[in-house]
């Protein structure tokens, strides 16, 4: 069942342009998580937010969450070429991962 | 330092035909997934497994079923392939963290199956 939405569907800048992604999901959770697909392969973990969390950073990452309004964002700032992605966010209850369908990013040189 | 090994990242079989996609992970983690991605979809949970010999369905096991005989390894099952299976299949593997009380994925580089 898919739960996360992620907003907007695609987002195209110019490289050193930050980005900004957002993902709205439905039900409680334990944490958020946000992962990379570059085309054609497998994801990759980046970031993981706390429900006690409200923000969190990892080098050129930042992760907000927002458990009432029951959303997060990923920003990537001063974004380069191989950033160029999709980013997934999966919520988690218990055990579960829950995924939303993602947001391509693409950077122009 | 490859963890998740997909054995196949590119498969063609025809409508019927069994097909295995296997998936060897070498971090000693309990848990494994195996997940189909379609375009808009997102990633969508066929089975996993918590342990060995065991497994749960998710939310999409019809036509397939899975096998997990060691630890490291599990076993996607197509018994008899069919055009709407043509898909990215992606195995994963986790361990429970307690610490952060989270799992958190660590994905094999998928395969591509095509049911002609």
């Known amino acids: 069942s898919q739960q996360g939405e992620e907003d907007p569907q695609a987002l195209s800048i110019q490289e050193g342009e930050n980005a900004t992604m957002n993902c709205s999901y439905k039900?409680?959770?334990?944490?958020l998580q946000w992962y990379r697909q570059n085309s054609g392969r497998g994801l990759v973990h980046l970031i993981l937010?706390?429900?006690n969390e409200r923000e969190k950073h990892s080098g050129r990452l930042r992760v907000t969450l927002d458990t009432s309004k029951k959303s997060s964002s990923l920003l990537i700032t001063a974004s380069r070429a191989a950033d160029t992605a999709s980013y997934f966010c999966?919520?988690?209850?218990?055990?579960?991962?829950?995924w939303g369908a993602g947001t391509k990013l693409i950077i122009k040189p | 330092d490859v963890k998740v090994t997909q054995s196949s990242r590119y498969l063609v079989k025809r409508t019927g035909e069994k097909v295995f996609l296997e998936c060897v992970q070498d971090?000693?983690?309990?848990?494994m997934f195996w997940y189909r991605q379609d375009p808009g979809l997102g990633l969508r949970l066929i089975y996993f497994?918590?342990?060995?010999?065991?497994?749960e369905k998710g939310d999409i096991p019809e036509g397939y079923s899975v096998s997990r005989e060691k630890k490291e390894r599990f076993s996607l099952i197509l018994e008899s392939a069919s055009t709407n299976q043509t898909s990215m299949y992606l195995c994963?593997?986790?361990?429970?963290?307690?610490?952060?009380?989270?799992?958190?994925?660590?994905f094999g580089a998928g395969s591509r199956l095509t049911v002609l």
């Open positions: 999966a919520t988690a209850f218990n055990y579960q991962l829950i």
């Open positions: 039900t409680s959770i334990n944490n």
């Open positions: 497994s918590y342990d060995v010999k065991m497994k």
């Open positions: 971090m000693d983690h309990e848990n």
């Open positions: 994963a593997s986790s361990l429970w963290d307690r610490v952060v009380g989270a799992n958190v994925l660590t």
């Open positions: 937010i706390r429900s």
